[in-house]
């Protein structure tokens, strides 16, 4: 059953628009993170988020940024999309220092 | 670059039939753990294995990690249909980070 949600499961913009997709659990768990998976199904972590520490893989863009309102929900914002930005945006969340990870389902951004 | 990959991109059996994917990493690693991830849902974890050990069960599945080659397996007995799906190995790294890093995925195809 699943315990990290996220929303919504798609969406479709044009390039240049800004994004916000929303990721909460249900776990209890302390720390939350974000992945990209693009088609091939490559799996690139882009944040690790807890109350204590932001970690931010170098290689994503400025144009994305976490956002947190408390350690139940993380959300991602993309400021400015851009075509290579299509993909399926995998939210997770865990304890920290235990390395399970519970994913949600996915958000399926299509940018045009 | 990926940290972790898995050897083979596709493999198909029949159900009933056995079959293993492999990973390799590059990297010092304190622990690897293999996922599944289906169709429209996020990964899952099906064993982690600590550096410690060298053979994981759990039901139908094994895992066997061989830190000297830097490599693990992960083998399926008994192969049903819903056993389709992409397999991951993981790392997680030696250097203190709790970020976990995928390998590029197995498509698993399981056949009537």
């Known amino acids: 059953e699943t315990a990290v949600f996220q929303t919504p499961n798609y969406h479709v913009t044009q390039v240049g628009n800004e994004v916000s997709f929303n990721c909460k659990q249900t776990?209890?768990?302390?720390?939350m993170y974000w992945y990209k998976q693009d088609s091939k199904k490559l799996l690139k972590i882009m944040f690790s988020?807890?109350?204590?520490?932001?970690?931010v893989n170098e290689t994503v863009p400025r144009r994305f940024s976490p956002q947190s309102s408390d350690k139940a929900h993380l959300n991602l914002r993309i400021k400015s999309v851009e075509p290579e930005d299509s993909a399926v945006y995998l939210c997770?969340?865990?304890?920290?220092?235990?390395?399970?990870?519970?994913f949600g389902h996915g958000t399926k951004l299509s940018v045009l | 670059s990926q940290l972790a990959e898995e050897n083979l991109w596709a493999l198909s059996v029949h159900e009933g039939e056995s079959v293993t994917v492999n990973c390799s990493y590059k990297?010092?690693?304190?622990?690897l753990q293999w996922y599944r991830q289906k169709s429209g849902e996020g990964p899952a974890q099906l064993i982690l294995?600590?550096?410690?050990?060298r053979e994981k069960r759990n039901g139908r599945l094994r895992a066997t990690l061989d830190t000297s080659s830097q490599s693990s397996s992960l083998s399926i007995t008994a192969t049903r249909c819903e056993d389709t799906a992409v397999y991951f190995c993981?790392?997680?790294?030696?250097?203190?980070?709790?970020?976990?890093?995928f390998g590029s995925g197995t498509q698993l195809t399981v056949m009537p």
């Open positions: 997770a969340s865990s304890y920290e220092g235990n390395e399970r990870l519970f």
């Open positions: 776990l209890g768990h302390d720390t």
């Open positions: 988020y807890n109350n204590k520490q932001l970690i």
């Open positions: 990297t010092s690693i304190t622990a």
């Open positions: 294995i600590r550096s410690n050990e």
């Open positions: 993981a790392t997680v790294l030696s250097s203190g980070s709790w970020q976990l890093i």
